[in-house]
């Protein structure tokens, strides 16, 4: 396959675990989370390399052992936002240390070329390389965007659950410990993933953007997560071609922009939407047939709201 | 050496006490996002051909007034950490693309993100101070207003506070301090001065009197041990920062299960 039909590939198979994990990471309140385990991919890349270990081993130990001590730490599964700025500072700084000791080892001879590599490559490791990718990691990155997706389908019902009402979710019978656990493992995988292909810094970006897009276009819970796949997919194609036709922009860094861009875009059609069928809603006192329909269509609007509010009620009435 | 202790101090002592608050509010993620927010800015400074410093200001305050925005609530179908998070990954990506059009790799990207200790002139370290100076005179001046509207902004509302007014103002707050240091400790790596220590006072203490000092007394012994370490190995100071502050951090979450568990006996 060429480098283009490898980024596509490889693309793509970051965008649609990102874009489903994502509507559940903002339902749950969880994106300082998502940051810190796209951020630990760095420094479990740099530690793989100054190890002399596959770099793919670190990124995914490194998110994954992020994502269980976070899970552990929070209560009830969730970290709060302190525990994870401290945790996640402390990951930061390990990466500066493998950074410098990478440098030392390659850099006995200390020459100005070899000194531009090395920072190059960290750049690499934060910023990512999807036009870089082989075939074998394409297909690598395909596998575990399957397995990702298929664990969060398994794991949709309890989660949403345990997001929306947790206090009944208990009282069910649902393990809100080991379902957050799973979840948080999951958010791992997919930004180490997702690092390999817009980088440690980004990642965060495919996990977000698209999904708080999908969140100012309906709140159904299906429904939302699919949206946001979507959303990050054609983001994702959107980003890679842009790269390819201006000079000097990045393909990572043109992917999660297309990607905000979406969530600029949503905003506006949100908007549109409220005032058309705010008017319909004037319109309907006049017997106007269509008017009616709209506002019933506004009608669903506001039920979407006043559906997204209670779960945040009672998360932060806890 | 002298200059990165003077400057270190300086942002040691200032750094914890506005940190504080933001912990209160639980704001560590804003506060992050702040700091990434400058490295766009001092990228785009950079490419124009401006001092970095400029750029620094100029984009940690719109961020600031972005962020401001969002404070506890829902606005047009998105809620705070979703806001911070988009805010986040823009920033970085806009940084990106800036860095890469500026002839290349910029080569202090990673000094942009994990800051240059060493190599600090007498002007800096100036500036470092007054702005220092500026920041806790005005936050000693909105404090009790500034503490009632954290811990309880419908009483504040109905006191004839302006609450959103508060609000945007710490976040200026916080612009400003992230971006004296930031150039010291890096964009990624603000979070080691403004939020552990702060952190590991609030496990120990709610009072203000005594957890503002020890948080303080923490980021300073901190900051000099990390430099002292840095110059005799190699590695950079950001590692003995992040390692050091959250060793603090850690100790005091010890601290405060021992005595609970003592508490509880």
Known sequence: MSFLTNALVAGSAVAVPSGLLGWFVLMRRQVFAGDALGHVAFTGALAAAAFGVDVRVGLFVGTVGLACVLAVLGRRARADDIVIGATFALVLGLGVFFLARLSRASGRGGDAGLQAERAAAAARSLFGSILGLTTRDALVLAAVGLVVSAGLVALARPLLFSGLDPERARARGVRERLVGTLFLVLVGVAAGQASQAVGALLALGLLVAPAAAARRLTARPYLGPLVAAAIGLVATWAGIAVSRHVDGVPASAAVVLCATTAFVLAGAARRCRIRRSAAAFAGRGRGDARAAQAASAEQGVVRVDLGAEPGRQLRDGR | ?265
């Open chain 2, 1 to 265: 050496m002298v200059h990165a202790l003077q400057a270190g101090t300086v942002v040691a002592v200032l750094a914890p006490v506005l940190g504080w608050f933001v912990v209160l509010r639980g704001q560590t993620f804003a506060a992050h996002t702040l700091g990434v927010v400058a490295f766009p800015g001092a990228a785009a400074a950079v490419f124009a051909g401006l001092p970095a410093v400029a750029g620094y200001y100029a984009s940690t305050v719109t961020g600031a007034v972005a962020l401001s925005r969002f404070r506890g609530g829902r606005r047009a179908g998105t809620d705070e950490p979703t806001a911070v998070g988009i805010v986040h990954v823009a920033a970085l990506a806009g940084g990106f693309v800036l860095s890469r059009l500026y002839d290349g790799m910029l080569p202090q990207t990673t000094a942009l993100l994990f800051g240059s200790f060493l190599g600090i002139s007498a002007g800096q370290v100036r500036v470092t101070l007054v702005t220092a100076v500026v920041v806790l005179a005005v936050l000693a001046a909105i404090w009790r207003p500034l503490v009632l509207a954290t811990l309880d902004p419908e009483l504040a509302r109905s006191r004839g506070l302006r609450v959103a007014v508060l609000d945007v103002a710490v976040l200026l707050l916080v612009a400003v301090v992230v971006a004296v240091t930031s150039g010291i400790a890096g964009a990624l790596l603000i979070g080691t001065l403004l939020v552990t220590p702060a952190a590991a006072a609030h496990r120990l203490t709610a009072r203000a009197a005594v957890g503002i000092p020890v948080a303080v007394l923490v980021a300073v012994v901190v900051t000099w041990a990390s430099l002292v370490l840095a110059f005799v190995s190699d590695v950079p100071p950001g590692f003995y920062l992040a390692a050091l502050a959250f060793g603090a951090f850690g100790s005091a979450v010890l601290a405060d299960r021992v005595r609970s568990v003592a508490a509880a006996r």
